[in-house]
């Protein structure tokens, strides 16, 4: 069963600090690379950060130096540290694949107060 359940969002104030959690279903984790992305109020979901089963990670220049991405290979599971926030970093964000799958989760709301 394809599962992907994002969680650790919230409401935190410009320069703060959140870690968000995925957890995903084996078949989905196993030996893929795994993304976090974000959707902001009225535009297009994007890419945040990524990082392949052994580690390598790349991230969205909007993001670098701020946020950190990790995984569990034991747990299935891939984290967002992020930090430094931004109100500009307010949206809805969701893990996936890379490149993503069709089938997306519920994603985790960020909002970032100025």
């Known amino acids: 069963q394809v599962q992907l359940v994002e969680s650790g969002g919230g409401l935190v104030q410009a320069g703060g600090s959140l870690r968000l959690s995925c957890a995903a279903s084996?078949?989905?984790?196993?030996?893929?690379?795994m993304a976090w992305y974000r959707q902001a109020p009225g535009k297009q979901r994007e890419f945040v950060a990524a990082?392949?089963?052994?580690?390598?990670?790349m991230y969205a220049d909007s993001v670098k130096g701020r946020f950190t991405i990790s995984r569990d290979n034991a747990k299935n599971t891939v984290y967002l540290q992020m930090n430094s926030l931004k109100p500009e970093d307010t949206a809805v964000y969701y893990c996936?694949?890379?490149?993503?799958?069709?089938?997306w989760g519920k994603g985790t709301l960020v909002t970032v107060s100025s």
């Open positions: 084996g078949n989905i984790f196993s030996l893929n690379v």
């Open positions: 996936n694949k890379r490149p993503a799958m069709h089938y």
């Open positions: 990082i392949t089963s052994g580690g390598s990670t």
